[in-house]
């Protein structure tokens, strides 16, 4: 093991690191658990604003426990990936409820609360608690892969073990909270997944990806993600001023978030005031209505699925039986549901 590794990095951390972030320093383990929550699979930048919000709604774990479901999930809305809001309610109620809200202090006991994996026990054991936990997420990778020299692909059933053990040899055990922040920040700011900062780096002398010209081959990785595409059509049902919504249920995307009617299709569709027509003609028995509009193709990209939609107006004349039992929203109450950000994109630009 490098013995000039984490000297070398708590002196760059303590002398020129300037990164600011408003959970930095935070010592309350409901701030580190909410704020290591929303960066999960989201970027710094656009996760600030998420905490922020949440903070000044629910200061307490409290009061994130005794907040609606679906009030929440408005506040998460545009984060994506939304079992970690649900992780999020079940815990604070768990440990509102049962643990008399206290977080737990050992790391064991982190790890068992649902939605907190290793990574995030180690952030809250270390920066709450000043425990010796080494966090290991991908900044932690392309540091230790780069310096190190290691081709150990970084997506492989080895790897998480395999680094973690590293991480917590090199880890600083008297300032395990600083050590993380700092190797985190190190990860984000100089050694970069793309262009890093090689020459102001203060680990250049010592770095084996350097040396060997291997910067922009480390860390390996060995599988390259497929994603399946999906063909979305959503029809905005619209009668007297309300618009057809349904909750998303089941094991599928966007759980417990609202969508309008959808009809999904193996290939993609191509619709036109005909192919409209025929459809609801055939599928929904609905022949009086007015084509309002026809949005061109639309796409958000999921981590395994690539979702293709158009919408698609129609303005009804009378209400068929088939659709008397759906649930109907003033439009002017749209706003207050929680809807994934393809369906937002597409009503910010078309105001209802």
């Known amino acids: 093991m490098h013995p000039q590794f984490t000297p070398l990095l708590m002196r760059w951390h303590r002398q020129e690191n300037n990164r600011q972030m408003p959970w930095k320093g935070e010592q309350d383990p409901y701030k580190i658990w909410l704020s290591e929550v929303i960066l999960q699979q989201t970027r710094v930048e656009q996760g600030w604003a998420y905490y922020e919000r949440f903070i000044q709604n629910y200061p307490t774990i409290q009061a ?10 408005k506040c998460w809305e545009g984060l994506g990936y939304y079992n970690r809001c649900r992780n999020l309610l079940f815990t604070a109620r ?20 649902k939605g907190v994996g290793p990574y995030t026990a180690a952030a809250i054991a270390s920066f709450a608690y000043n425990l010796p936990y080494a966090v290991v997420d991908g900044n932690v990778f392309r540091v230790l892969s780069r310096f190190l020299g290691i081709d150990e692909p970084i997506d ?14 090199l880890l600083d055990t008297t300032a395990p909270g600083e050590y993380n922040q700092a190797i985190m920040d190190f990860g984000a700011t100089v050694c970069k997944p793309a262009s890093p900062a090689c020459a102001s780096c203060p680990l250049q002398t010592q770095c084996y990806a350097y040396a060997h010209a ?50 999904e299709t193996e290939k993609a569709p191509q619709w036109n005031p005909e192919t409209v027509q025929e459809q609801l003609k055939e599928q929904l028995n609905i022949s009086g209505f007015r084509l309002q509009s026809i949005s061109l193709q639309r796409s958000q990209q999921l981590t395994h699925q690539q979702i293709r939609a158009h919408f698609i107006r129609i303005g009804l004349k009378t209400l068929p039986p088939v659709l008397r039992s759906e649930n109907w929203v003033r439009k002017e109450a749209l706003s207050e549901l929680a809807f994934p950000r393809l369906i937002n994109q597409y009503l910010q630009e078309n105001p209802v």
């Open 64 to 73: 994130l426990a005794a907040a609606p479901d679906k009030e929440v999930f």
């Open 94 to 113: 768990y440990i509102t409820r049962e643990l008399q809200g206290i977080f737990p202090r050992r790391y064991e006991d982190l790890l068992a609360l």
């Open 156 to 169: 492989s059933n080895n790897a998480k073990q395999y680094y973690g053990v590293l991480a917590n040899e």
């Open 214 to 263: 291997q910067v922009n081959h480390l860390p390996v990785k060995e599988k390259t993600l497929r994603r399946k595409t999906r063909w979305f059509s959503y029809f905005w049902f619209e009668y007297r001023g309300k618009v057809l919504v349904r909750e998303r249920t089941g094991r599928d995307i966007w759980q417990q978030l609202h969508e309008f009617y959808l009809v």
